[in-house]
Antibody
């Protein structure tokens, strides 16, 4: 079973860029059919799908974040990353990486994905 | 975006009880509905995908049903380790969206 582990700074200043990496082990990001995802959870709140990437580099973003979000993949390092620009306190959350399997994407729209497994999550606080 | 609404938002039950949690989508999503369990301080864990398919390793006391707009997660006989928060997620189309969660507490 593939395992995922998030890494990155736990504190980011307002207006700066939040950068996180997800290291994939016991599996390959280059395996077809899987989409490598970022999901966040505001403190004490529900879950928000941010976006995901295929090993080919194709990306799919939540429109609510699209203007600030970039997800990239490094197949040589077997990891994928998130960059979120111009952060505010509203971006304070636990950030999870996860593998999305089971579905497919076509014409910019994806369907039928479920998230399994997830990384343990990392809390990122936006504060000066 | 497709809105997904769970009910109830919280629920008190006892070990051995049968519990049902409901998820309603704002439009028909066929059977593209997944369920997760989250315990405090942990990441969510996939229980059910495709509305009714049990993820490998998940106990058979968990079951899912429904299609269209209305879905249910049932735990047939609660065990102490089942007290957690449960989320549904629609996978009919991106952006994928989650329900607000149902917190299952011990009575």
């Amino acid at each position: 079973q593939v395992q995922l582990q998030e890494s990155g700074p736990g504190l980011v200043k307002p207006s700066q860029t939040l950068s996180l990496t997800c290291i994939v082990s016991d599996g390959s990001v280059s395996t077809g059919g899987n989409y490598w995802s970022w999901i966040r959870q505001h403190p004490g709140k529900g879950l928000e799908w941010m976006g995901f990437i295929y090993y080919s580099g194709s990306t799919y973003y939540n429109p609510s974040l699209k203007s600030r979000l970039t997800i990239s993949v490094d197949t040589s390092k077997n990891q994928f990353s998130l960059r979120l620009t111009s952060v505010t306190a509203a971006d304070t959350a636990i950030y999870y990486c996860a593998k999305a399997a089971g579905g497919y994407c076509s014409g910019g729209i994806c369907q039928e994905n479920w998230f399994d497994p997830w990384g343990q999550g990392t809390l990122v606080t936006v504060s000066s | 975006d497709i809105q997904v609404t769970q009910s109830p938002s919280s629920l008190s039950a006892s070990v051995g009880d049968r519990v049902t949690i409901t998820c309603r989508a704002s439009q028909s999503i066929s059977n593209y509905l997944n369920w997760y369990q989250q315990k405090p301080g942990k990441a969510p864990n996939l229980l059910i995908y495709g509305a009714s398919s049990l993820q490998s390793g998940v106990p058979s006391r968990f079951s899912g049903s429904g299609s269209g707009t209305d879905f249910t997660l049932t735990i047939s006989s609660l065990r102490p380790e089942d007290f957690a928060t449960y989320y549904c997620q629609q996978s009919y189309t991106t952006p994928y969206t989650f329900g607000q969660g149902t917190k299952l507490e011990i009575k």
